[in-house]
């Protein structure tokens, strides 16, 4: 069942991600900044040591209060550091995210559709602060009703975590990009300017994603590292 439900939710990221992405603007490229093997002990240690400079009710309220001071290094113990709290869970989905979506694909939008699209994906993020795809809304709306401040705070944001993954790994089999939600897996993808077209599970708790070949680049598709995303899974939801 947990195989079954990862690949429907997969199936349903692939189209919200390409669809959601398509007004991004640009983001950080590979290669400007370092890579590092994600160390998920290491990142336990940390977030849990209230003297150190990344525990996680400090990650927490530095995000919550716009800092567009925090590092990489800080994003990253922010985002794998999610998996060791009580209320993570890998297929998290707010009630309020296909409200935006729906909203979001009626275009041009009306003064009113915006004030929607602004409140529900606020409500959403409010509940998943991890939906990409819903910050990528969010950031276009505030940019349509000309909140450029706000939509620059959330940009920051998005652009941190985007780099924060990338740094975990190179997309291969050898260094696979380490991520916490299936939907993550294309939201990179898409990033990057490919299309998916194909998913394999493989061994290890690794998922091989087959995109679209794509004139001047050689890539045929990406890997990516689901194992800490299943561990948890399996712990909470082992009915799947």
């Known amino acids: 069942m ?14 919200v991600a390409v669809m959601g992405w398509a007004q991004a603007p640009e983001r950080p490229q590979p290669g400007k900044f370092a890579i590092k093997k994600v160390d998920f002990d290491h990142v ?20 919550n209060s716009n800092d567009t001071s ?11 550091g999610y998996t060791f709290q009580e209320d ?4 998290r989905e707010s009630v309020y995210s296909n409200v935006v979506e729906q909203l979001y694909y009626k275009q041009p939008h009306s003064r009113a559709e915006c004030d929607s699209i602004e409140k529900y994906a606020e409500l959403s993020l409010n509940d998943n602060m991890f939906d990409l795809n819903q910050m990528n809304f969010y950031i276009y709306v505030l940019k349509e009703k000309k909140k450029y401040a706000r939509a620059a705070v959330r940009q920051y944001r998005l652009d941190r975590l985007i780099a924060a993954i990338m740094s975990s790994g190179k997309g291969t089999k050898e ?12 939201n990179i993808i898409n990033f990057l300017g490919f299309v998916a077209t194909d998913h394999e599970t493989l061994d290890g708790g690794i998922d091989y994603i087959k995109v ?17 995303m299943m561990q948890v899974a399996a712990l909470k939801f082992p009915d799947y």
């Open 2 to 15: 947990m195989k079954i439900r990862h690949i429907f939710t997969l199936a349903i990221a692939l189209t």
């Open 44 to 63: 336990k240690s940390v977030i849990e040591n209230p003297n150190n400079a990344y525990y996680y009710p400090k990650l927490i309220k530095a995000y």
């Open 70 to 80: 925090l590092s990489i290094e800080a994003f990253r113990n922010f985002y794998y």
């Open 88 to 91: 993570y869970n890998p297929f």
């Open 175 to 186: 260094e696979p990009w380490v991520v916490i939600a299936p939907e993550h897996e294309y």
């Open 212 to 228: 679209q070949p794509v004139a001047g680049k050689s890539a045929e598709g990406f890997y990516f590292d689901i194992s800490r």
